[in-house]
T-cell receptor, first 110, second 114 residues
């Protein structure tokens, strides 16, 4: 089993819809979870971090964490064409080390 | 404002050449990382460093070495470049401080080895 798994997509949603991105991880001791957005040809940029079970909201973005199920998700409300990108899930390993998922490519259709 | 810079955006080298990729951060971060990113394989950790003169192997260290002589600078070295090292190389930095482990990325260096 891979350490961090994501559906590669592409996930296509119409403009204004909710986009739901999912991530599962294998290491039960992981404590910190991150969502990064990466536009084509650019480097990853942080969207959200989450450390506790439950939901964390920031503008149109909501991160959800369920440590018992080893599951992290990112919801994007009112999706815009500018949200079209690859979304990377990252989970901490030992120390300050991360492992990244392969990313989900999101396409928001006007 | 967080800033991580990398010495080159694009680089073309010949097989067997020694290649230096430089990364500089201005956030006084203790941790620095080198990744490569390839289609279908995602981001893979090559080496990382928790402090000056310290280095740790990541998941794919073979064919690479690193140097961290100053806190703000972390160099990736390809001792003898090979075509399978053609990739996007990304540097990142983060802090030791609790709940500040977020990694900030540089713009990346796209390396082509011919």
């Amino acid at each position: 089993q891979k350490e961090v798994e994501q559906n590669s997509g592409p996930l296509s949603v119409p403009e204004g819809a909710i986009a739901s991105l999912n991530c599962t991880y294998s290491d039960r001791v992981s404590q910190s979870f991150f969502w990064y957005r990466q536009y084509s040809g650019k480097s990853p940029e942080l969207i959200m971090s989450i450390y506790s079970n439950g939901d964390k909201e920031d503008g149109r973005f909501t991160a959800q964490l369920n440590k018992a199920s080893q599951y992290v998700s990112l919801l994007i409300r009112d999706s815009q064409p500018s949200d079209s990108a690859t979304y990377l899930c990252a989970v901490d390993r030992y120390g300050q080390n991360f492992v990244f998922g392969p990313g989900t490519r999101l396409s928001v259709l006007p | 404002d967080v800033k991580v810079t990398q010495s080159s955006r694009y680089l073309v080298k010949r097989t067997g050449e020694k290649v230096f990729l430089e990364c500089v951060q201005d956030m006084d971060h203790e941790n620095m990382f080198w990744y490569r990113q390839d289609p279908g394989l995602g981001l893979r950790l090559i080496y990382f460093s928790y402090d000056v003169k310290m280095k740790e192997k990541g998941d794919i260290p073979e064919g690479y070495s690193v140097s961290r002589e100053k806190k703000e600078r972390f160099s990736l070295i390809l001792e003898s470049a090979s075509t399978n090292q053609t990739s996007m190389y990304l540097c990142a930095s983060s802090s030791h401080r609790e709940n500040q482990e977020t990694q900030y990325f540089g713009p990346g260096t796209r390396l082509l080895v011919l």
